[in-house]
């Protein structure tokens, strides 16, 4: 079987990378394991192997319970895979140590001979450090990595809305603690949040590690779209195959953001809007909007 490319998508988080993961995984010519962050390299940067193995776990608990009450044939095979998939990085993360020939097999595996592309997609990625990042292109003859900005407000809002039901505060009353959250990030905390929302350091980052021709920026406001869609199939080398732009991925929990909370959040990031002015000539459509929209 001839080798594969091998792909990452480094996020953004909240930048409409679930979507793409789905039509990737869709797509004859790509193959992508059942995880859809395996969170590889970040568990090895932080060392956190036992935190990404109790994850793993409470997921894959989660699937074994799907699986015992699951009466279709197609959806139980689905959900095994997924907890083969599971168990696979499990066994991966006990090893707690880099291992980079048993994550490769873990992406081949079940690879179908017309499947030109493998690979994942984790928006932590992103917040990876250069060195890192060049440890992840020397893994394969070829490999692409692409990363999608999304409007800064409205990118940091979704995050916060995905993010406060998970927290102890929210489970209640998610709206209050995502408008406590917002608060909080504006006041200088919620560091992890607040990570996210540089895209001057992570484009630095890439633009440092990676070669023009082995990236792809794109835009969210534009992705769901014939151009987009071509630019990152044929960056891939792979062809194009009409997207359902209809459908949309963990949309969240729909909650608008008061325009004084918008006003204060763009003038904070006002230093990442201009970054990518000046890097790509322009804002991309949307982003110029006082009150973008959520």
Request: aromatic share 10%; with cysteine.
């Amino acid at each position: 079987m001839a080798q594969a490319t091998l792909m990452f998508g480094l996020g953004a988080t909240r930048a409409g990378t679930s979507w793409l993961n789905r039509y990737l995984t869709d797509h004859p010519e790509c193959h992508l394991r059942e995880v859809k962050e395996a969170h590889y390299f970040d568990t090895l940067e932080r060392g956190s192997h036992d935190w990404r193995i109790r994850q793993l776990l409470t997921r894959r608990a989660e699937l074994a319970a799907r699986l015992r009450d699951a009466g279709a044939a197609a959806q139980r095979a689905r959900l095994e895979r997924n907890i083969a998939a599971h168990d696979a990085l499990i066994a991966l993360f006990e090893r707690r140590q880099a291992d980079h020939a048993a994550y490769l097999a873990y992406l081949e595996n079940g690879r179908a001979a017309e499947a030109r592309v493998i690979g994942e997609i984790t928006p932590a990625y992103s917040l990876l450090p250069e060195p890192r990042l060049h440890e992840m292109r020397r893994l394969a003859p070829v490999v692409r990595f692409f990363y999608v900005l999304r409007d800064p407000v409205a990118r940091l809002w979704s995050n916060i809305r995905q993010t406060a039901p998970t927290r102890p505060e929210g489970r209640a009353d998610p709206a209050g603690a995502a408008r406590a959250m917002m608060d909080r990030w504006l006041a200088g905390g919620e560091a992890e949040i607040d990570r996210r929302c540089d895209y001057r350091g992570a484009l630095e980052r890439i633009f440092a590690a990676i070669p023009a021709g082995e990236r792809l920026i794109l835009f969210y406001e534009t992705l769901f779209s014939e151009a987009s869609i071509r630019r990152l199939t044929g960056f891939l080398g792979i062809g194009y195959v009409v997207p359902d732009t209809a459908r949309r991925v963990y949309e969240g929990v729909s909650l608008a953001l008061d325009p004084a909370l918008a006003a204060a959040a763009r003038e904070k990031l006002a230093p990442q809007y201009a970054y990518v002015r000046d890097t790509f000539g322009e804002l991309p459509p949307g982003w110029a909007a006082q009150q973008p929209e959520v």
